[in-house]
Every structure is written in structure tokens, then in C-alpha cells.
């Protein structure tokens, strides 16, 4: 009852903020590489999670959380609204995103000799997971999947955390009702930067000091780390800078070149990263043994999946234009 509750008020903010931002015109036009939508969408579905989330915590019955690490996703939220909005060149983005991140892991752990690298990852992840936001639906999985995993191994986890996990897992199933194909609002640079920063941020604070943990907690960000790890490889083999748009997207892919249906990609992901999700449950309620043999069979999916979809060739810029003159005559 407790759940259904508090579902029933991020249900309720998400409606509201809906239509918030198709009454300002915060929308999103049509884009090049998503062909699934010709008309303006709403763009406000992280300052819903993040609204919902906010709301959920402020409950009687939950426990709060860290005041820094909830303080750090308000503002990296605002930073993405901000974008969305009147869009801010890369660097500009970079540097915000590293300030906060700044913040937060000094006022939170302090200043030690893994600083700089976790700064440097939770910076690293929070734009591997804003890359998975080219489909309806497909960064909220992703987010659930990775949340979910993190929220089935409570006793690795600071007081307070399990509380922030499951009221997020709330609210972004509240905003995927909406988000799912055909998508009535997305989630904007928001929700992936809310949404990269929240999951980094637990990860590091499950594993710090615990190289097990870290390990296990790797396969909360699969699907965001296979994602990057494509679209990097793709654009460097083409000479490409990282920061230009191209359809190397795994859901792209998929769609573009084997037909794929974006419900059949969402129950693909589902399937694949909800296994290595799994990773942090495995390594806490199995034998030693077991857990090997499990990271060992994660590696090999993870790496097999990898290459099929890396010999998958993207439809560049001439083959869509050509396939877009083709279906106007």
C-alpha cells in the first residue's frame, strides 16, 4: 500500500509537470536521428523525477538521505533544465558538471588519494548515461535496471541510502509510464544527468574501500558503459570527435538496420542488463566460487553482445537523407 501510495503522488507530479511544459512550450522538436516523433514533446521529465523524488523523501516513513548527495542532484538537474532550455556548449556543461561532482565527493568523503579518479569517473558516467537518452523509454530502463540492483543489496549501502533508492525507483517508474514508446515526455538532460550522477554516486559509495563491492557494482552500469564504450569506438574509428551527434546508438541500430521495433530493444536491455544488474545480489549471497563464475559469464555476454552489435553498421547521414527522399516520392 505504502508503494502504491507514493507512486500514485510522482504519477500525479509527472501529469502535472506535463503539462507545465507543453503550456511554457519547454518542448523538444523533432530530431534527425529519432524518427519515432514529428511533433514538439514535452521536456521536463527530470525536474519530475527529481520533484517526486524530493516529495517521496520529505515522507514520515522514509528515512531521508545525504543532504549533500540530494543537494548535488538538485543542482546537476538544474544544469540539465538549463540546457534543454537554452543549450550550453559542451564545455560549459563539462565544467558545471565537474564543479558539482567537486562538491559533492569533497563534502561527502573528503579529500584522498582516489579523489581525483572518482571525480573523474562520476563525471565520465554521468555523459555515458545522457548518451543512452536517443529512445523512448531506454534511459529510464537503464536507470531502473542499475537502482534496482543497488537497492537489492541494502546492507552495502549507507543509512539512508536504501531510502533514496527506492523513492527514485518510484518516481522514474512514474515518469516511464509516460516515457515509454510512444513517449509523451522525455527526460531531457535533466533526468540523464540526475539520473548518471544518482547511479555513480551510490556505486562509489558502495564500493569505496571495498574492491569486491566495486567490482560487483560495475554491473549496475552495464548498459551505459556498453553504450559509451560503442559510440566512442565508432566515432574515433571514423575520425570523429566526441561531441558530434551520430546514429552509433545500439538502439539505433537495432531499429535502423534490422528493423527492430523500440519495444523489442527496451525488452532486449531489459533482459541483458537486468542479468548483469544482478552482479551486487550475486556477490553478496553467493559462495566465492559462484560469484567468479558468474562475473566470468557477465564478462563474456557483455563482450559477445559487444561485437554483434559493433558489426552492426550505423545508417550515416547520406543513407538516411537517400532513405528519407526515397519515402517522400
Known amino acids: 500500500m505504502r508503494w502504491l501510495m507514493e507512486l500514485g503522488v510522482a504519477l500525479v507530479v509527472t501529469v502535472v509537470v506535463r503539462q507545465v511544459a507543453l503550456a511554457t512550450r519547454f518542448v523538444a522538436r523533432p530530431h534527425h536521428l529519432v524518427t519515432a516523433h514529428d511533433k514538439p514533446i514535452a521536456l521536463l521529465g527530470g525536474a519530475a523525477v527529481c520533484v517526486s523524488w524530493l516529495l517521496l523523501l520529505g515522507l514520515p516513513w522514509e528515512a531521508g538521505g545525504s543532504g549533500w548527495r540530494v543537494g548535488c542532484a538538485v543542482a546537476i538537474t538544474a544544469v540539465g533544465m538549463w540546457d534543454d532550455k537554452r543549450p550550453l556548449t559542451p564545455y560549459q556543461k563539462l565544467a558545471l558538471q565537474f564543479v558539482i561532482s567537486g562538491v559533492y565527493l569533497v563534502a561527502t568523503a573528503g579529500v584522498h588519494a582516489g579523489t581525483v579518479l572518482e571525480w573523474l569517473v562520476l563525471v565520465f558516467v554521468m555523459n555515458a548515461v545522457n548518451v543512452l537518452d536517443i529512445m523512448d523509454g531506454l534511459l529510464l530502463t537503464s536507470t531502473l535496471l542499475g537502482a534496482v540492483g543497488l537497492g537489492l543489496v541494502p ?175
Do not use: M
Open 155 to 329: 546492507g552495502w549501502l549507507g543509512p539512508g541510502t536504501a531510502a533514496e533508492i527506492g523513492t527514485f525507483v518510484v518516481a522514474l517508474v512514474a515518469l516511464w509510464c509516460f516515457n515509454c514508446p510512444p513517449a509523451r515526455i522525455f527526460s531531457g538532460d535533466a533526468g540523464s544527468l540526475l539520473c548518471g550522477f544518482l547511479l555513480t554516486a551510490w556505486w562509489l559509495e558502495l564500493g569505496r574501500g571495498e574492491p569486491l563491492r566495486a567490482a560487483a557494482g560495475l554491473g549496475v552500469l552495464a548498459v551505459p558503459l556498453f553504450e559509451v564504450s560503442l559510440v566512442i569506438a565508432a566515432r574515433r574509428s571514423r575520425g570523429l570527435t566526441l561531441l558530434v551527434a551520430t546514429p552509433d546508438n545500439f538502439s539505433l541500430r537495432l531499429q535502423d538496420r534490422l528493423g527492430w521495433t523500440r519495444w523489442e530493444v527496451l525488452g532486449a536491455t531489459a533482459a541483458a542488463g537486468g542479468l548483469l544488474a544482478l552482479a551486487p545480489w550475486v556477490a553478496e549471497h553467493a559462495a566465492r566460487g559462484w560469484f567468479a563464475g558468474y562475473a566470468v559469464a557477465a564478462v563474456v555476454l557483455f563482450g559477445v553482445l559487444w561485437w554483434r552489435v559493433w558489426k552492426i553498421p550505423p545508417v550515416l547521414a547520406d543513407e538516411r537523407a537517400a532513405r528519407a527522399a526515397d519515402g517522400a516520392e
